[in-house]
């Protein structure tokens, strides 16, 4: 499958309809962050430390989550760090083609999602995903935790499902595509979370809903098929099957440009979803019966969602060029030789099952 020439494409302006605005504790977030990076070797070469501080992940985590208080930004950004480090080693890596190494991760990490500590001698992934669910462990509750815990397995094993459409070179279907992208761009998670920032707890009879989930899909999905626009260039370079204006090219029979339209097209159609959404909440509450103070958390668990979808769509307009060093050239990533890892990126995660004792199986 050869890559797809993007010469000529006319590329679609983002405009931002959610509110956004930076948290004004960011200067005081990056060392804290670089140092938990470092204790858990997440970056453990000056290559890989650079890229990862190119991506602006610290400045990204402030849009995210404004109102959040520096202890808790910390924790969220070591959060959003350990999804970066993971994502490159399945996007950028040989990992996103081994589905046996893809099953033997997800076999790893989601017990430690519910609770099981991390194996003595595990990779560096694991261990410092311990400390991140122990981090929120101690500041959200049982329901939470367990809501965590399954959207990041979610991801897991959306990652299963990628690397066996990539080792095959397997162009998934649209209707096969919208279903499994929620869940491995595990932005539902990340929307979650929102309650760490608000200090508040949302009730489980609304959570779970039907309309809940309805509404964290759509504003998750906004933020997928973005990034799916966004980083082509990227991807084209790469092979990959799993990005929606590929699967839509492939699907429909019709042009690159054409293409990128529609998925541009299907991503800002979901705004109004969420303004229709926003506009059933008060309504969804009478329904649920909540009292004034599970109102005014809900309320505002919710506006915190709309500033976490704002500012992530801000930050991808003012970190755009973060992708332009992956031009059809491969010069400035140091890709290497064919069938190897880009020189910026160690194999962080393990061929072998890590028994709970710490010896692989």
């Given at each position: 499958?050869?890559?797809?020439?993007?010469?000529?494409?006319?590329?679609?302006?983002?405009?931002?309809?959610?509110?956004?605005?930076?948290?004004?504790?960011?200067?005081?977030?990056?060392?804290?962050?670089?140092?938990?990076?470092?204790?858990?070797?997440?970056?453990?070469?000056?290559?890989?430390?650079?890229?990862?501080?190119?991506?602006?992940?610290?400045?990204?985590?402030?849009?995210?989550?404004?109102?959040?208080?520096?202890?808790?930004?910390?924790?969220?950004?070591?959060?959003?760090?350990?999804?970066?480090?993971?994502?490159?080693?399945?996007?950028?890596?040989?990992?996103?083609?081994?589905?046996?190494?893809?099953?033997?991760?997800?076999?790893?990490?989601?017990?430690?999602?519910?609770?099981?500590?991390?194996?003595?001698?595990?990779?560096?992934?694991?261990?410092?995903?311990?400390?991140?669910?122990?981090?929120?462990?101690?500041?959200?509750?049982?329901?939470?935790?367990?809501?965590?815990?399954?959207?990041?397995?979610?991801?897991?094993?959306?990652?299963?499902?990628?690397?066996?459409?990539?080792?095959?070179?397997?162009?998934?279907?649209?209707?096969?595509?919208?279903?499994?992208?929620?869940?491995?761009?595990?932005?539902?998670?990340?929307?979650?979370?929102?309650?760490?920032a608000e200090n508040?707890?949302?009730?489980?009879?609304?959570?779970?809903?039907?309309?809940?989930?309805?509404?964290?899909?759509?504003?998750?999905?906004?933020?997928?098929?973005?990034?799916?626009?966004?980083?082509?260039?990227?991807?084209?370079?790469?092979?990959?099957?799993?990005?929606?204006?590929?699967?839509?090219?492939?699907?429909?029979?019709?042009?690159?440009?054409?293409?990128?339209?529609?998925?541009?097209?299907?991503?800002?159609?979901?705004?109004?979803?969420?303004?229709?959404?926003?506009?059933?909440?008060?309504?969804?509450?009478?329904?649920f019966r909540l009292?004034?103070?599970?109102?005014?958390?809900?309320?505002?668990?919710?506006?915190?969602?709309?500033?976490?979808?704002?500012?992530?769509?801000?930050?991808?307009?003012?970190?755009?060029?973060?992708?332009?060093?992956?031009t059809t050239a491969?010069?400035?990533?140091?890709?290497?030789?064919?069938?190897?890892?880009?020189?910026?990126?160690?194999?962080?995660?393990?061929?072998?099952?890590?028994?709970?004792?710490?010896?692989?199986?």
């Amino acid at each position: 499958m050869d890559a797809p020439s993007l010469n000529g494409l006319v590329w679609p302006t983002w405009h931002i309809p959610f509110p956004h605005r930076q948290n004004p504790v960011v200067d005081q977030v990056e060392a804290a962050h670089l140092e938990w990076m470092d204790r858990f070797a997440l970056a453990p070469t000056t290559k890989a430390m650079e890229h990862y501080r190119k991506a602006r992940n610290v400045e990204g985590n402030a849009w995210f989550y404004p109102t959040a208080s520096l202890e808790d930004l910390i924790l969220l950004t070591n959060m959003m760090g350990w999804f970066w480090i993971f994502d490159d080693q399945f996007d950028d890596g040989q990992t996103g083609l081994d589905v046996a190494k893809a099953k033997t991760i997800a076999s790893g990490i989601i017990p430690i999602l519910y609770g099981a500590p991390a194996p003595a001698g595990s990779p560096a992934p694991y261990q410092g995903l311990a400390d991140v669910v122990q981090g929120f462990g101690r500041r959200l509750g049982p329901d939470s935790m367990r809501r965590l815990g399954r959207g990041i397995s979610q991801f897991m094993l959306a990652y299963i499902w990628e690397t066996e459409n990539r080792s095959a070179r397997r162009f998934p279907t649209l209707r096969e595509y919208i279903h499994m992208r929620v869940h491995s761009g595990c932005v539902v998670p990340v929307y979650d979370v929102v309650e760490l920032a608000e200090n508040v707890s949302l009730p489980y009879r609304l959570r779970e809903s039907v309309w809940m989930n309805d509404f964290l899909f759509d504003a998750a999905n906004i933020i997928n098929w973005q990034n799916d626009v966004v980083s082509l260039v990227k991807e084209s370079n790469q092979h990959h099957v799993n990005n929606l204006v590929y699967i839509l090219q492939n699907q429909n029979g019709c042009s690159l440009q054409e293409a990128v339209d529609t998925a541009y097209g299907m991503a800002t159609g979901l705004n109004e979803k969420i303004f229709r959404a926003q506009r059933e909440l008060p309504g969804m509450m009478d329904i649920f019966r909540l009292d004034d103070t599970e109102r005014d958390g809900v309320q505002r668990w919710f506006d915190g969602v709309l500033l976490a979808l704002g500012g992530c769509m801000k930050w991808h307009e003012i970190t755009h060029n973060r992708y332009l060093r992956y031009t059809t050239a491969l010069d400035d990533i140091d890709r290497g030789a064919p069938g190897a890892n880009p020189a910026y990126l160690a194999d962080l995660l393990p061929n072998e099952r890590i028994h709970p004792g710490g010896a692989p199986v």
